[in-house]
Every structure is written in structure tokens, then in C-alpha cells.
């Protein structure tokens, strides 16, 4: 079963297929929006490191953690860790200001910081709805299907991670039936399993035996979602994923979860402390445990609704914290992850179209490098709904061509059209427009743009069931990319493995890769 170095870097050699269209990737040409002074950032940092001395950071159910802390200088009496800035910011340091993540397809890598942008889907909901079904609990199928939108959206360029709770899978193991499903139907880069370090360890060896245990010390196979259980506190599961990780340099996206107003103060700049100390914690805890582990900025902060306790989103205050959060994560020289396609609405409606632009315009304006939540989500997280999945990813498609910017070549200013035309005339059928009359504009494949009477003879569809229609075609036409076949043999027996342990609560048995 096992195979030579050399057959398996011959192997890695291989791309695998691509898939349908080029992968756009963004590269942000815009000026970006800031809401802070250089002076207001030294002042939320200031704020930062005072929280982090004076009230810490509560470590809980694991001492091999406070250890490590005590180990560089922090301060730890019981599950209290506390910190000074000098010891603090030696390690946030050592992070790198960008890096590449691996894809099975070496032309689906994506570099992660600088000016360049990346769009994931939506992460964790445990429902799903379309337009037929409507709302129930989500299926591995599910699970599948929507890494299949992702694989066939040019402006995905990622498979993103738990993209549905698959609630017909047993938890145990359901973490394997998703890492096989990202790595069999697409060939994007993937997010790793970080609800247990025994399922980031399965992550990171199912990253070996795809790509190579060189390659991916070089630059990682996996990025995965590292959650602080805010206000300043981390817990065992994200320190113990985290640390399976930055001993393995698998990237992490460090996020403070914060609802303002119940998981921090009610005001934007006791927010945005709080939630730089914890980000900045949990980087520098992956820098003690491996100097230069790739970590993210994460941000993800919403506030609450005063009347009935839920999370809002697309808020002005939502707006204003994603700009200078970003601001934040470049003082550090820190690549930063936020927003998404967010909403609280139910249904794929007006509400959900505004709040969605609402959070996504200020997420590409302030420079945001890595976008999770970019496709499906609904109700506030709960649901990834196929249709919202389908009208979001036409949003990332035009977004994608406004960051872009405006080129100024002679080609652009079209003399010989000017030439050819002349004035009072129209440049419909002129030689530059045929030139570029499918390149020039954004091409729209879900929003009508007939007439009346055509929209009207076709049913006068809504753009939900312009989407409904879309994802269902999408999925009718899908076809994998094709795997190496040694590969998927090791995969499926290291799965196998890992099955009977999960079953007989066996302990874990490291597979040794070739």
C-alpha cells in the first residue's frame, strides 16, 4: 500500500482536472477605507495589551497551554494566563505577513495576504433550504452538494470547511466523511477539522498522503478556523486543534466569535480590544509552539439586537468595526479574515440582499484577504440555503471585477474603434467590440437582464427561481476532478483505520506516510 518518495513525488507531480472556467482570483487594485487614525490604532492597541496584563486571558482544560505560556514569560495563576506586551508582540511577530495554500491542483493554490482576496463558502449551519424542500437539518449529501457548487464557482476559490453539519453522519467520524468529500469532489484548497485535535491530526495526515509531508512543511495543505470563547477566554478543543496544527505549520485563522453586547461591552471601541487581545493571544501561542506557522487575523463580530437578543448584521457599527478591524491586522502585518455574504434573514429576500452587500462591500473596501460565509448564508448561520449560495456567488463575481480596477492601455481607449465609428455613430458591431464583447463587462449567469415581454414569456421568474433553476443545473452537469487512484487508495484505507478506532474507542494509531 505504501509507496517510494520518489513514485509518490511523481504522483504529486500529476495535476489533477481543473475545473470548468478559470479559478478568478481577486487582486484588490482599490484604496482602502479607514475609519482610524495611526494615533486611534496605537490607542486600541494600548487598550489591547492593558486587558491582556491587567484582566488576562482564562485558559481552560488545558495545562499543556498555561504551561507553555509560563514557559515565555506569561504571568498564569490557575487557569488565568496573563501577558506584557514585549513578551506578547516577540511572537505575534514571527508570524509571516502572506502565505500559499496548497491544492491538490497546483493551479488552485491561493496566496493568503498582501492585496490578494479569497472567497470561501459558508461554514457550520446545521440546516439547510431551497426553494422545493424548504428548511430541514442538513444531510452529508448536502454536505456534498454544496462542495460541488463550490468546485463548479469560478469566483469560489476555496472549498471552504464545514460547509453543512451533516447530521445523518455520526459525529465521531464525521469529520472524516467531510475531509473526503473535500478532497474527492474538488480540487481546491479545503479547511481542516477543529473540533478535537485527534480529527486536526486526521486532517493533517490525509494532507500528507495527498500532497506530501515536505510539501506541505513548506507551505500548508490546510487552513483551518481556531474560535475564541469570548470575552478572553480559549477552551481545550480550539488550543488542542490549534496546536496539532502549528506543530504540523498548517495555517490558522486566529477568530474572537463576538456578538457585541453580550460577548463584549455595548460600544465599538471596547469591542475591537477585546477582540484584538484575543486574536493576538491565540497567534502568539501558535508562535511559541512553532515560530512562523501561518496564522490569520480572524474577525468575526456582529452586535446584538436590543429588542429580541439576536445577532444583527450589515449594521453601520458592523461596517465600521470590519474597516478598522482590517486596519488592526496590518499594523501587525497580519493577512485578516472577515466577513461574507451575512444576514439574519429566513429566506433568500430583499433583507438578506441588502444586509449581504451591506457586509460585503466594507469586507472587499478594507482590504479583507480572506472571506469566509462569501456563499449560503442564512438566517444568521444557520442555514445554507442553495439558492442564497447561487445569488452570493454572482455577487463575488462582480466584485471580484470591481477590485480589479480600471486598466489604461491603448486597447482600453479603443482608437481604432474611435476610428472605425466615428462620431454619431454606435460601436455595437465595431472590431474592438467584437474584440472583447465577452471579456469587457461582467457576464451575469443568474440575474435577468431580458426585456419585459422576453422575462414575462419565460415565466416572469424571480431571482430565487433563476437560482433554484441554476444550482440544479449546476449540479446535473458536475463531474469530479479526477484523483490519483494510489492516493485514493491509502485515503480510504487511512479512513478505514480511523472508522474502526472511532468505533471500538481504540486510541489513535499514527498512519505513517510514505
Not at 422576453?454 to 416572469?460: A, C, Q
Request: with cysteine; net charge negative.
Amino acid at each position: 500500500m505504501k509507496e517510494s518518495t520518489r513514485r509518490r513525488a511523481r504522483r504529486r507531480e500529476r495535476r489533477s482536472g481543473s475545473p470548468p472556467g478559470s479559478l478568478k482570483r481577486p487582486i484588490n487594485q482599490l484604496p482602502l477605507v479607514t475609519v482610524l487614525s495611526d494615533e486611534g490604532v496605537q490607542i486600541i492597541h494600548q487598550a489591547s495589551m492593558r486587558l491582556l496584563k491587567e484582566q488576562g486571558v482564562m485558559v481552560l482544560d488545558y495545562p499543556a497551554a498555561r504551561e507553555t505560556f509560563r514557559e515565555h514569560g506569561a504571568q498564569v495563576e490557575d487557569d488565568l494566563v496573563r501577558i506584557d506586551e514585549d513578551t506578547l508582540m516577540h511572537f505575534v511577530r514571527q508570524a509571516p505577513s502572506s502565505f500559499t495554500q496548497l491544492a491538490r491542483n497546483y493551479d488552485n493554490k491561493v496566496q493568503i495576504g498582501g492585496n490578494h482576496m479569497v472567497f470561501a463558502p459558508v461554514y457550520g449551519p446545521p440546516f439547510v433550504s431551497d426553494l422545493d424542500g424548504g428548511r430541514r437539518r442538513a444531510s452529508i449529501e448536502d454536505f456534498r452538494n454544496f462542495i460541488r457548487l463550490a468546485y463548479l464557482c469560478p469566483h469560489m476559490h476555496h472549498s471552504g470547511g464545514t460547509l453543512v453539519e451533516p447530521n445523518d453522519v455520526d459525529v465521531r467520524e464525521r469529520h472524516l466523511d467531510m475531509l473526503l468529500a473535500h478532497i474527492t469532489l474538488s480540487d481546491k484548497a479545503f479547511m481542516g477539522s477543529v473540533t478535537h485535535a485527534d480529527n486536526a491530526r486526521d486532517t493533517v495526515t490525509l494532507a500528507r498522503i495527498l500532497l506530501g509531508a515536505d510539501a506541505i512543511e513548506e507551505n500548508p495543505a490546510a487552513i483551518s478556523i481556531i474560535n475564541a470563547s469570548s470575552p478572553l477566554r480559549f477552551d481545550d478543543r480550539m488550543l488542542g486543534a490549534l496546536e496539532v496544527y502549528a506543530r504540523a505549520r498548517q495555517a490558522v485563522i486566529v477568530t474572537p466569535f463576538i456578538i457585541a453586547g453580550a460577548m463584549s461591552p455595548s460600544s465599538v471601541a471596547a469591542t475591537l480590544a477585546q477582540q484584538n487581545a484575543e486574536a493576538l493571544f491565540g497567534i502568539c501561542y501558535a508562535q511559541m509552539l512553532n515560530s512562523g506557522t501561518p496564522c490569520v487575523y480572524g474577525s468575526f463580530l456582529a452586535n446584538i439586537d436590543m429588542k429580541s437578543g439576536a445577532p444583527c448584521f450589515g449594521t453601520g457599527e458592523n461596517a465600521l468595526a470590519l474597516y478598522a478591524t482590517a486596519q488592526m491586522a496590518r499594523h501587525y502585518s497580519l493577512p485578516y479574515r472577515s466577513g461574507g455574504n451575512l444576514t439574519a434573514a429566513r429566506t433568500p429576500g430583499a433583507q438578506a440582499g441588502y444586509e449581504s452587500a451591506a457586509t460585503m462591500l466594507p469586507t472587499v473596501q478594507a482590504g479583507t484577504n480572506f472571506v469566509l460565509h462569501a456563499a449560503g448564508w442564512l438566517e444568521g448561520g444557520l442555514i445554507s440555503s442553495y439558492e442564497k449560495f447561487i445569488l452570493d456567488a454572482e455577487m463575488c463575481g462582480m466584485l471580484v471585477r470591481m477590485v480589479g480596477g480600471i486598466t489604461l492601455s491603448d486597447e482600453d481607449f479603443a482608437w481604432d474603434a474611435f476610428d472605425e465609428v466615428g462620431p454619431g455613430n454606435h460601436f455595437l458591431g465595431s472590431e474592438h467590440t467584437m474584440r472583447h464583447y465577452t471579456t469587457a463587462f461582467y457576464q451575469h449567469t443568474v440575474f435577468s437582464m431580458d426585456n419585459y415581454e422576453l422575462w414575462e414569456e419565460k415565466g416572469s421568474p424571480d431571482s430565487y427561481k433563476l437560482a433554484n433553476s441554476r444550482w440544479k443545473q449546476m449540479l446535473k452537469e458536475y463531474e469530479p476532478p479526477t484523483l490519483d487512484e494510489a492516493i485514493a487508495e491509502e485515503m480510504q484505507a487511512f479512513v478505514g483505520q480511523r472508522r474502526n478506532e472511532l468505533r471500538d474507542r481504540k486510541p489513535r494509531t499514527e498512519w505513517r506516510t510514505s
